[in-house]
């Protein structure tokens, strides 16, 4: 009997064990008998960057919510417009009118002047290859019709919200647009808008914009067996080819984000200095803006995107990040953008310390910035602050 | 019979619930040094290296076991409340609430003084958790330092009486654990850092050991005739160890090393005196050369040769009375204990006092309830003192396996 209330004791005493065991928070009392080697360090480095390049990149805005058109400076549009999905009930019609109406968005350089553009009917296809204007100048005859100059002209001052319709007196060619069952080949590749003036580049809503009632129309006025009839077609596609030189032309110390061509830059750093492995707790980039060189718009967006270059120069925006823009002391524009992501990467050797400026909406307007270059005085050149951890 | 095993497994195979928080000490080398030398010897200052008894199974010394009579398993939990205090910051307690050891003791042939043994056993426990608020390079960082882990011990060994005076035993070990720290640094104005370590161990050793009891019989003293002298000695042993160190947050990078780290070798000697088959009086003294023991091809700046000696007196129980607390033990015990650690140039001693009781199950075994108070370091010299106290309970019950009956 004992020997039970003797294992009865035993129970209790674990028992209470468990529950009465004490739990105290983790404290400093033992904190100065623990090695050194123990306590983070944290520390604080700049780098700068060692080398940059402006270079010109692809950039297919056919999916923008605009497209453009026009002349300025040095810079010109062409834009590209072409309806298609058309009903099948176009057999046997008789186009008596057509027109177009666009909707203006965005201007590029003086907005009182007239923008001027004739059109051309384009015989290939531009949805989704990676067209150039330059392409475009150098094989015309290639990509539209040079032989037969349509009569669709325009010429017109216009406010950044006008909607502006205009006559196609080619109304032949409307009517094979209709007709074209399931937009089959060669007959709808659409027009080509060619500037004719040098004072302005306005943007027009694309089908893609937000407002729908701002897209495109294609209105056709047309008779079938004797009955006339109006036919309004808003499914469209558009696009716009841009150049410009490359800005590094005018001062290659200066690091660009061209939007519209676009020209990105891509800058190299070096992060030897920070031991691997270290724990980034902080990178913030600054880049110090040159207003002299820049050149913003009406509607631009006073951001930049910097995202990852491989080394073969690739891009492959394993991230990306936006820019916060604030005044220094000394009235400059800072251009700060968040790069611990990045630099974690770099110091890890998992890519190279290598990345891509360029603007934000870079399709969207033809602002140009031009930030100080490596050559700058240190207070203006691209840097990297970096706050690290190691043991 | 089966049910005094089925006691002992389900009262002391539970896991092991590891309070947050202990000794900061433990976070260096493998971490506290466990030593265990038994239940009985728990109360006796931790000696029994020279201890032999028909009833106790002797974990310190793989001879021990020669005059076993019959199966015993074993099994020990411990309590343990540390209140740690340092100039700095005051103090802070802790407990913790741990399985002390799992021992089978298995008669083979008693003439012979064969018997095998198996056990597990805790060799080394890593258990603390701190924080304090620091100012790095003009930011506010709290920093949390965990460890946590410890090294066990799985080990089978052998007794033989070579006369009916001296016994020689042997124990093979395998050692395996694993030991892991976390630091993190939490900024007030960036994204914090943290770290991850773990180190892995892996290996094996031995134990040698050698009584040589009633030794004043043999050499024809006396006054030596109830002495027993005993003898260990553990060449030092390699363990395998892996060091992964790993970034957890906002990163997965990883650091590897592969490499060796050492247990020293490490020698006991001990004594027992039998007075009047009433008292037993017993001393230990233990050496482990922890200064050379190398870790990743190096020593350790902060680990030191060890040291312990200790002294206990156990009334022995009177089995052939009717009271119950006369078939009781009745155990007294201290210790002194240069540990293996030396932290800001100073070595960290430990003392400690011991006592506890031995009480009958009638023919199912013995609880053991054993109790330790103890101080260890110094406030001195920017160290901490850690004042514990320690609750045992230990189980052994015994089996009939192996007996063979004379038939009739």
Known sequence: MKQYAVLLIVFVILTLSVLTSCVEAPNSVGSEVLPSSDSPVLQVDTIFATYHETKHFFSNNSLLNMFCVGRYQSYEAWGLLAFYNFPDTFANISVKSASLRLKACYHFGDSATTLSFRAHRLKKAWFSDSLTLDSLKFFPSEYYDTSTPLSLTFSQALGDTDYVYIDIPDTQ?????????????????????????????????????????????????????????????????????????NPALAN???????????YRTIVQFDVSSIPN?????????????????????????????????????????PWISISTVTTDTFGNRLYSVDLRTAVTSWVRNRYPAHIVVMGYGESASFTRFAFYGPDAPTALKPRITIVYTTR | MKTHLNIVLLTFLLPSILFGGGSSYSRYGVGDILSFGGNRSYALGGCGIATLHSEYLNQYNPAGLSKLLITQFSGAYENTTISSTSSAHGSAKYNTFGFQSFFIGIPISIDNGIALSLEYTPYSRVAYAIRKTTILNQATSTNTYYGTGGIALLGAGLSFSITDYISVGIKAVNYFGKNEQYIKADYDTYYD???????????????????????????????????TVGMIISPPSRLLADDITYYPTYDTSITKRKGNAYLPLSVGFGVTYNYKNMYHLVSDVQFQQWASAKQF????????????????????????????????????????????????????????????????????????????????????????????????????????????????
């Not at chain 2, 943290?194 to 006396?222: C, H, V």
């Not at chain 2, 293996?340 to 140039?345: C, F, K, Q, R, S």
Request: proline share 4%; charged share 15%; hydrophobic share 35%.
């Open chain 2, 297 to 408: 091809g190096a020593t350790d700046p902060n680990l030191r040769n060890a040291l312990r000696f200790g002294i206990g007196c156990e009334r022995l129980p009177q089995y052939r009375q009717p009271s119950f607390w006369q078939r009781t033990a009745y155990r007294l015990g201290a210790y002194y204990h240069a540990t293996y650690l030396t932290i800001n140039g100073h070595g960290i001693d430990e003392y400690g006092f011991t006592a506890g009781l031995g009480l009958p199950l009638g023919m199912v075994g013995k609880l053991d309830v054993s109790f330790q108070y103890g101080i260890r370091g110094t406030t001195s010299f920017n160290l901490q003192k850690d004042t514990f106290y320690r609750i045992s309970l230990g189980l052994t019950v015994r089996e009939q396996w192996f007996l063979q009956f004379e038939e009739e």
């Open chain 1, 277 to 317: 492995p270290s724990i980034i707790n902080s990178a913030t980039l600054t880049f110090t803006l040159n207003p002299a060189y820049s050149h913003f718009s009406t509607y631009h967006s006073d951001s930049i995107l910097v995202s990852q270059v491989n080394v073969d120069g690739s891009l492959s925006f």
């Open chain 2, 193 to 227: 850092a943290d770290y991850e370590r773990s180190l892995y161990y892996n290996g094996f050793g031995a134990t040698l050991g050698m009584m040589y009891e009633n030794i004043g019989k043999d050499l024809g003293i006396s006054s030596l005739e109830n002495l």
């Open chain 1, 173 to 245: 060619m409307v009517r094979l647009w209709l007709q074209t069952e399931h937009d089959s080949l060669p007959y709808n590749y659409g027009l080509l808008l060619e500037p004719t003036n040098s004072t302005i580049i306005m943007g027009f809503s694309s089908y893609y914009a937000l407002d729908t009632s701002a897209t495109p129309l294609l209105i056709v006025e047309y008779e079938k067996n004797g009955i006339p009839y109006t036919f309004i077609h808003q499914t469209s596609t558009t696009r716009y080819l841009a150049s410009a030189p």
């Open chain 1, 252 to 262: 290659s110390s200066l690091i660009y984000a061209q939007n519209g061509i676009p």
